[in-house]
């Protein structure tokens, strides 16, 4: 149908050319002109609006659920994470719970192995003391016995075994010296070992104490912070075998040094024990030795005094004969004036009656025989002063000894073996062993 206005408005070749003369033959406002859009590209901003904001729609709804599902994933991740962590908690803390354990009962044993060894080295001193006293009793009864006199100052028997003794004494005193040393050396490895033991074991406890402290935190305790994120290799960290190795060492070290604590007790009462039965058997020979050598003097000096008494005996007839010879030769005194002045008298006669008669040859044989006689006794008195001399001499070297062997037997008696009764060879082998 044709318009009445078509025969007044230019043609135009699409509807666009007829909207812009219509608004133009009105005379619409210049600024009121703009380009109009077609229905088709309204249609299509509108399509592709709708398009977009579906698209938008459609990645937001997916966003969405890949952010549910990856809050899920995460949250799950997180706890199963946590989980695992507290899960290495507690087997960390049973670990380490377990070495603490290990490490306390090896330091309770090696505190009692430094008590049992403190005890042996104590029960050591004690023998090395006892040692004294033997040693200056086996000096003072050489020293005693250097006193013996003469003949009796003689390198016997008992010297030759106190003499052993004092070497035996000197060298068991050097031995125990030296045990004494080497439980001072054990002592000091055990204190050693039983101070690392005790480092480990405060360690340990350290450990415990923050790793029970980290078991117990869960998301709602109190006073969590946000701290950097630690590195995973710090420098002072260590690997679990070497931790492992570590108490492992101690627990080695302290083992042996237990056992070689244990050796050195049991050489230490070997030692004392040995060292005890040497000198106890020692001091028993010279005990012997000393009783033998009594035995000796005693009958040396019963012999003496049986030599002094014949002596005396003898010495005491002797004397007699003496005094008997003397008697005679006084006895002859008479005979001899009684025949010396008839021989005097009748030389007096006169003349021929100096004869060489009977008488006068009797008497000159009487003379001659009493001479004799008293020559003899003469030579048998000097014979027997002689005799006697000797015998007074004997007798002062019979009494000589006798004294030599009353002082031996006094030293050797009563000096020596009451002196080395004050030896308790019970009290060298030290209480409780």
Not at 186 to 191: A, D, E, Q, T, V
Not at 305 to 321: F, H, M, Y
Not at 425 to 430: L, S, T, V
Request: aromatic residues 4%; glycine residues 4%; hydrophobic residues 30%.
């Amino acid at each position: 149908m044709t318009s009445a206005y078509s025969s007044v408005l230019p043609s135009y070749g699409s509807k666009r050319d007829v909207g812009k003369a219509l608004l133009q033959t009105l005379g619409a406002p210049s600024n009121a002109v703009r380009d109009r859009k077609a229905p088709d590209q309204w249609n299509a901003a509108l399509n592709m609006h709708v398009r977009l904001s579906d698209k938008d729609k459609n990645k937001a709804e997916t966003q969405r659920d890949a952010s549910n599902r990856l809050i899920k994933e995460l949250d799950q991740k997180t706890k199963s994470k946590q989980a695992e962590v507290n899960r290495r908690l507690q087997d960390r803390i049973t670990t380490v719970a377990y070495w603490k354990q290990r490490l306390n009962t090896e330091h309770a044993a090696i505190c009692q192995e430094i008590t049992n060894l403190s005890m042996s080295k104590k029960k050591t001193q004690q023998a090395l003391a006892s040692t004294e006293l033997p040693t200056e009793v086996s000096q003072n009864c050489l020293k005693n016995r250097e006193n013996r006199e003469a003949i009796d100052l003689v390198q016997d028997l008992v010297d030759d075994e106190l003499i052993n003794e004092l070497n035996m004494l000197s060298e068991v005193q050097k031995l125990l010296a030296t045990r004494i040393g080497d439980s001072d050396q054990r002592l000091k490895n055990l204190n050693d070992c039983k101070a690392n033991l005790e480092y480990d074991i405060r360690d340990k406890e350290e450990c415990l104490r923050l790793d029970e402290h980290c078991y117990k935190l869960n998301n709602g305790s109190a006073g969590l912070q946000q701290v950097a994120q630690p590195s995973l290799y710090d420098g002072h960290t260590t690997t679990v075998d070497k931790h492992e190795s570590f108490s492992q060492d101690n627990l080695e070290k302290s083992e042996v040094a237990r056992v070689m604590s244990c050796l050195q007790r049991e050489l230490n009462d070997f030692s004392i024990n040995k060292s005890n039965d040497e000198l106890q058997k020692q001091s028993e020979l010279v005990g012997s030795m000393f009783r033998l050598r009594l035995k000796e003097l005693t009958a040396a000096k019963t012999n003496l005094d049986g030599q002094l008494e014949k002596t005396n005996q003898e010495i005491s007839s002797v004397e007699d004969s003496l005094h008997q010879l003397r008697e005679a030769l006084r006895s002859k005194d008479g005979p001899m004036k009684v025949a010396t002045t008839r021989f005097a008298v009748r030389s007096k006669r006169p003349n021929v009656e100096q004869t060489r008669d009977y008488v006068h040859g009797g008497l000159l044989s009487e003379i001659n025989d009493i001479s004799g006689s008293q020559e003899a006794l003469k030579q048998q008195i000097a014979s027997a002063e002689e005799t006697l001399h000797r015998l007074l001499k004997n007798k002062e070297r019979l009494q000589q000894d006798i004294e030599i062997k009353k002082k031996s037997i006094q030293i050797d008696e009563q000096q020596c073996l009451r002196l080395r009764k004050t030896l308790s060879w019970r009290g060298f082998r030290p209480a409780g062993m």
